[in-house]
């Protein structure tokens, strides 16, 4: 899950598009099960080197918490546009979310950070219009996501695989009721589909692209390492986090793109 920070940990925009401001975080991202952004001020951006603590010393400890837990080792990523916000008007947004996920998201350096906790690779594999329609109200409950993604794979030719993680993009407007009650900015989850568990996120719209890209990547860290929120690579200590959240809205640069540090037990600190 990811929660908002105080002020987005992004300042500036990635994007020269009409309008484009940095702007405080949206005070309504992260997820049920998953890590999220913590409601801290984080250093964006390159940080000053820290002498590397060992093992012994780290204050996580991040294990997979079941042997037979699952992992999505090679994650395929689909962007899912809920109403017609990103169509008309707000394509320019669409363009740019479609182009940074199609630059890092197919960039061995953005999952290899990954590979201690098992993803071997991954990749960007396109967009899906989920649905043109807003909602039954300004919120919505994971049955009203549940019930939009099941009408889609419906009508799909290519079922759903449980090596797909579908990520909702959320117009403005309109919010996750989880979301709201617990003060996220995204999260992610799983549902059944025809007797086989899909893989989703919900990211809550900001018109701060660098926190939108922070949270994106957040969840993708989260839903491939530990996709069903409970059994994966979470922290031992007793905490609920998991390797997205200790490094929340921390960015990085993969290419052209901000995207968030993840947590690494190797290293103990973000990367």
Request: net charge negative; aromatic share 10%.
């Amino acid at each position: 899950m990811t929660k908002p920070s105080d002020e987005a940990a992004a300042t500036a925009d990635c994007t020269q598009r009409e309008g484009s401001q940095g702007h405080p975080a949206d005070p309504r991202l992260d997820a049920p099960h998953s890590g999220g952004v913590s409601a801290t001020i984080y250093d964006v951006g390159n940080v000053a080197h820290k002498p590397r603590a060992t093992p012994a010393a780290c204050i996580h400890n991040v294990q997979r918490q079941s042997s037979s837990s699952p992992l999505i080792t090679n994650p395929k990523v689909v962007l899912l546009w809920w109403s017609t916000y990103f169509w008309d008007r707000h394509r320019t947004e669409r363009d740019f979310y479609k182009a940074a996920l199609s630059a890092f998201g197919n960039d061995p350096a953005f999952w290899n950070r990954l590979s201690e906790y098992g993803v071997t690779g991954g990749s960007y594999v396109g967009t899906i219009d989920l649905t043109r329609f807003g909602g039954p109200s300004a919120s919505l409950s994971e049955q009203d996501i549940t019930d939009a993604l099941t009408f889609r794979f419906n009508n799909l030719t290519t079922p759903p695989d449980q090596d797909t993680i579908y990520a909702i993009m959320l117009p403005d407007g309109l919010s996750s009721a989880y979301d709201t009650m617990n003060s996220f900015i995204g999260h992610h989850q799983v549902y059944q589909y025809n007797g086989k568990p899909v893989y989703y996120a919900v990211v809550e719209y900001s018109s701060n692209t660098t926190q939108t890209l922070s949270v994106i990547t957040h969840e993708i860290y989260e839903a491939a390492t530990d996709p069903d929120g409970s059994t994966g690579y979470r922290d031992a200590s007793g905490g609920e986090d998991e390797v997205g959240d200790f490094c929340n809205l921390q960015t990085m640069m993969i290419g052209m793109y901000p995207v968030q540090k993840v947590w690494s037990q190797k290293d103990c600190g973000c990367k």
